[in-house]
């Protein structure tokens, strides 16, 4: 049995590799390591649901509005 860290290393491995995002359904889920949302096009983590003191800043409209605009150009 693969250890964690192995596993996520071979699929990302194998990830890189893909040319076309149609070959992604084709890397078994087996391989799909489990720091990875549950299943491919499942965009949910499994971590912990709890948001921390900062995360639940960061999302609240009334922080947003003081935080400084950083263009990403």
Same mark, same amino acid.
């Given at each position: 049995?693969?250890?964690?860290?192995? &596993?996520?290393?071979?699929?990302?491995? $194998?990830?890189?590799?893909? &040319?076309?995002? /149609?070959?992604?359904?084709?890397?078994?889920?087996? +391989?799909?390591? /489990?720091?990875?949302? #549950?299943? &491919?096009?499942?965009?949910?983590?499994?971590? /912990?649901? $709890? &948001?921390?003191? #900062?995360? $639940?800043? #960061?999302?609240?409209?009334?922080?947003? $509005?003081?935080?400084?605009?950083?263009?990403? +150009?």
């Amino acid at each position: 049995d693969m250890s964690e860290e192995a &596993k996520a290393e071979r699929w990302f491995r $194998r990830v890189a590799e893909i &040319k076309d995002i /149609s070959e992604l359904s084709e890397i078994p889920d087996e +391989d799909f390591p /489990s720091i990875m949302p #549950l299943r &491919k096009g499942v965009n949910r983590f499994v971590v /912990s649901k $709890r &948001k921390t003191p #900062l995360e $639940r800043r #960061l999302t609240s409209q009334q922080y947003r $509005r003081h935080l400084p605009v950083v263009p990403n +150009d």
